[in-house]
């Protein structure tokens, strides 16, 4: 099984620290889930991990080396970020031809036959300008990009950022499909967060640049539980659990709560019980207290 292994990894600019510290494990042969607020370092840690930045301090390595300017390692990994593309950018005068073209040269395992069938799923026009493209189109370059590269390792960064409810349905029959043919090892970023779950096996939660949680998505969200009720009955029914985002409301209190194995409520109080999905999980653990 191979491992790319994120040790001590820090990031900073200037006085400001993106990544701090950062451990992480990634296995081969599953689909991971990215997700965190805006600027928790997201698309840093990515690009590092891809060699397209260079850590502050730590290491990246792919079974036990290092991947800067390793080329040999590097032809196993490909991060496809979100292109957002101005019209002074220099790539708004290339065509999407010219696009793919120059990913073809980039990576070594590059399946042309899947880039034309992409082209033809998503019905895009290879002589159209990436200048002249719609956010959702743009989304579905870099879908061909991630897809057709073949890395063993794929990163994608918000791959369905401005597509319809349909082409991202879409998306994630043709990512599931790639993973059950080749076992490939992808991590996608995104914000929209329950439409992902249903893909994700893991779930790396990122927080102020900090791994929050990294857990098999079945399983937490099979622990966790939203419980709500009069103050002291809450209290009583979790005291001494792991609680998170605890909404008092007057008299009443609600509160998120993740149960370790063999643990349940304690009994004999008067609460309601909730399951929980994994967006309300995400924001119980990186929103704040809330009291009115």
Not at 28 to 54: C, E
Not at 160 to 166: H, P, R, S, T, W
Not at 275 to 289: M, S, T
Request: with cysteine; hydrophobic share 40%; aromatic share 6%.
């Amino acid at each position: 099984m191979s491992k790319l292994v994120c040790e001590n990894l820090t990031k900073a600019y200037g006085t400001k620290t993106v990544l701090e510290n950062l451990q992480l494990t990634l296995e081969s042969g599953k689909i991971y889930g990215l997700i965190g607020r805006n600027g928790a370092g997201k698309t840093t840690m990515l690009s590092i991990m891809s060699n397209q930045n260079p850590a502050t301090s730590g290491r990246v390595t792919l079974d036990g080396e290092n991947i800067w300017e390793n080329r040999k390692a590097l032809d196993r990994i490909c991060f496809s970020r979100e292109l957002n593309i101005s019209a002074e950018s220099g790539l708004a005068g290339y065509t999407v031809k010219n696009y793919l073209k120059t990913a073809a040269s980039y990576y070594v395992h590059w399946d042309r036959a899947m880039a034309d069938r992409l082209l033809e799923i998503f019905e895009l026009k290879q002589k159209a300008k990436l200048g002249k493209l719609s956010k959702g189109m743009l989304s579905m370059v870099t879908i061909i990009v991630a897809l057709a590269s073949k890395a063993e390792f794929t990163f994608l960064d918000e791959p369905v950022a401005g597509l319809d409810v349909v082409a991202r349905e879409q998306f994630y029959q043709l990512l599931l499909d790639e993973y059950a043919e080749t076992g490939r090892t992808f991590v996608i970023s995104t914000h929209i967060i329950e439409e992902a779950a249903n893909v994700m096996e893991e779930v790396i939660i990122l927080d102020k640049g900090k791994i929050l949680l990294e857990r098999n998505t079945q399983a937490l969200v099979d622990s966790a539980r939203y419980v709500t009720g009069l103050q002291e009955q809450v209290d009583g029914a979790t005291g001494g659990l792991e609680c998170h985002h605890a909404e008092v409301m007057g008299r009443s209190k609600g509160v998120t709560v993740l149960l370790r194995e063999d643990e349940d409520l304690n009994p004999g109080f008067d609460v309601t019980v909730q399951p929980v999905n994994l967006q309300k999980i995400f924001v119980a653990l990186c929103g704040e207290e809330v009291r009115t």
